[in-house]
């Protein structure tokens, strides 16, 4: 079976600019978490969604917003570009939102210049 | 005070020797994970501990709930053992809360 599949792999963007992340969990997983690694630190939480629905939500501007669609797949979109946001976005997918083990995917390594 | 704090923050050894990290939480959790994070980024599970003990391969994993405290263990460690372990808790609103992790390198 796949796991976590995240798209692109590595993304390159300007200040200002909008991105988008792209997050498919594992078959049979509903829940689908994102989180910010930047280099050096551990992961924070941005969002939880669970069938469909945001379920939690982690100390991030409005200029973070997701999404999960009916095939529970997942879209993280970042408007307004600042060099800070530049890490590692991790996706990961779980069967319930309850307290089972997360499933990571590869990450997504976005540099903003 | 991060919630979740891990020691040390950088570890080597050499191959065979016995490796301990050290992970301590300030907050009531529900379950408490060890995750490995090799370079490139890809984190891999390797527990889920709510209370005990788990043991897969050369690693153990253990949790103290009343002292708020986790140690992994890895025995007979290898080279290929070399990457980042993090521990993260999960608290009532199914949030993840990782410590900053813990650098191994394990020397041939």
């Known amino acids: 079976d796949a796991g976590v599949t995240q798209s692109p792999t590595h993304l390159i963007k300007t200040r200002g600019q909008h991105v988008t992340l792209r997050c498919s969990p594992i078959s049979g997983h509903k829940s689908v978490s994102w989180y910010q690694q930047v280099l050096g630190q551990g992961p924070q939480f941005i969002f939880q969604?669970?069938?469909?629905?945001?379920?939690g939500r982690g100390n991030f501007p409005d200029r973070f917003s997701a999404r999960q669609f009916p095939n529970y797949s997942s879209e993280l979109n970042v408007n307004a570009l600042l060099l800070g946001d530049s890490a590692l976005y991790l996706c990961?997918?779980?069967?319930?939102?309850?307290?089972?083990?997360?499933?990571f995917g590869p990450g997504t390594r976005l540099t903003v210049l | 005070k991060n919630e979740v704090e891990q020691s040390p923050q950088n570890l080597t050894a050499q191959e065979g020797e016995f490796i301990t990290i050290n992970c301590s939480y300030s907050v009531g959790i529900s379950a408490l994970h060890w995750l490995q994070q090799h370079p490139g980024g890809g984190i891999v599970s390797l527990f889920m501990?709510?209370?005990g003990k788990k043991k897969h391969g050369r690693l153990i994993a253990t949790i103290n709930i009343q002292e708020k405290h986790s140690s992994l263990h890895i025995t007979a460690s290898h080279p290929r053992d070399s990457a980042v372990y993090i521990c993260?808790?999960?608290?009532?609103?199914?949030?993840?809360?990782f410590g900053k992790g813990t650098k191994l390198t394990v020397n041939p």
């Open positions: 990961a997918s779980r069967t319930t939102g309850g307290t089972d083990t997360q499933y």
């Open positions: 501990l709510s209370s």
């Open positions: 993260a808790v999960m608290g009532g609103s199914e949030k993840l809360v």
């Open positions: 969604y669970y069938e469909k629905e945001e379920r």
